[in-house]
T-cell receptor, first 116, second 110 residues
Framework: QQQVKQSPQSLIVQKGGISIINCAYENTAFDYFPWYQQFPGKGPALLIAIRPDVSEKKEGRFTISFNKSAKQFSLHIMDSQPGDSATYFC???????????????FGSGTQLTVLP | DAGITQSPRHKVTETGTPVTLRCHQTENHRYMYWYRQDPGHGLRLIHYSYGVKDTDKGEVSDGYSVSRSKTEDFLLTLESATSSQTSVYFCATEDSYGYTFGSGTRLTVV
């Protein structure tokens, strides 16, 4: 059962444009929502993350918007650059009892291409 | 990726053979994870560890086993490799800032 649904699967944006990737989750116990960026041949790297007590978080050109009632969150990349071309994954996790790991559940990924 | 080394980086193996992938970390993190990455599926959790000799199953654990005899090493074993286990395998550790992933092992089962 896929608990985090991500769209679109692929996205092509012109340089300087806005890239928007959307995710929806089902489990209301999730309390941590990170986004990861992955370049070919590399492991995913944490880009930005948000907790459900805020509706938006911005770091440079990257913004997460969070809608708790709709159980949706999105990544906005402003002024997209060719160097942003990568695969982006949303994820969600929840607090577990002491001693248990905080497991991340990932979306299926979005391949972003920014044209020069 | 700082502190996490996966070996081997690439491996081709035959169906039915056992395969062990290694993850080594230098950050003394308690939690370690093995994920597999397949097109259209994102990353799916295979097994995880919350301490030495403490492991548990993830979403796609069938056909895999793990061991953690030292804090720094987390081994993933495919007991009898099948073509469906052809994938890219990522190890990750967790600290207060989140997950850090290794560079992955590309495994091909022929």
């Amino acid at each position: 059962q896929q608990q985090v649904k991500q769209s679109p699967q692929s996205l092509i944006v012109q340089k300087g444009g806005i890239s928007i990737i959307n995710c929806a989750y089902e489990n209301t116990a999730f309390d941590y929502f990170p986004w990861y960026q992955q370049f070919p041949g590399k492991g995913p790297a944490l880009l930005i993350a948000i907790r459900p007590d805020v509706s938006e978080k911005k770091e440079g050109r990257f913004t997460i918007s969070f809608n708790k009632s709709a159980k949706q969150f999105s990544l906005h990349i402003m002024d997209s650059q060719p160097g942003d071309s990568a695969t982006y994954f949303c994820a969600a996790s929840m607090e577990h009892s002491s001693g248990s790991a905080r497991q991340l559940t990932f979306g299926s990924g979005t391949q972003l291409t920014v044209l020069p | 990726d700082a502190g996490i080394t996966q070996s081997p980086r690439h491996k081709v193996t035959e169906t039915g053979t056992p395969v062990t992938l290694r993850c080594h970390q230098t950050e003394n993190h308690r939690y370690m994870y093995w994920y597999r990455q397949d097109p259209g599926h994102g990353l799916r959790l295979i097994h995880y560890s919350y301490g030495v000799k403490d492991t548990d199953k993830g979403e796609v654990s069938d056909g895999y086993s793990v061991s953690r005899s030292k804090t720094e090493d987390f081994l993933l074993t495919l007991e009898s490799a099948t073509s469906s286990q052809t994938s890219v395998y990522f190890c990750a550790t967790e600290d207060s800032y989140g997950y850090t992933f290794g560079s992955g092992t590309r495994l091909t089962v022929v």
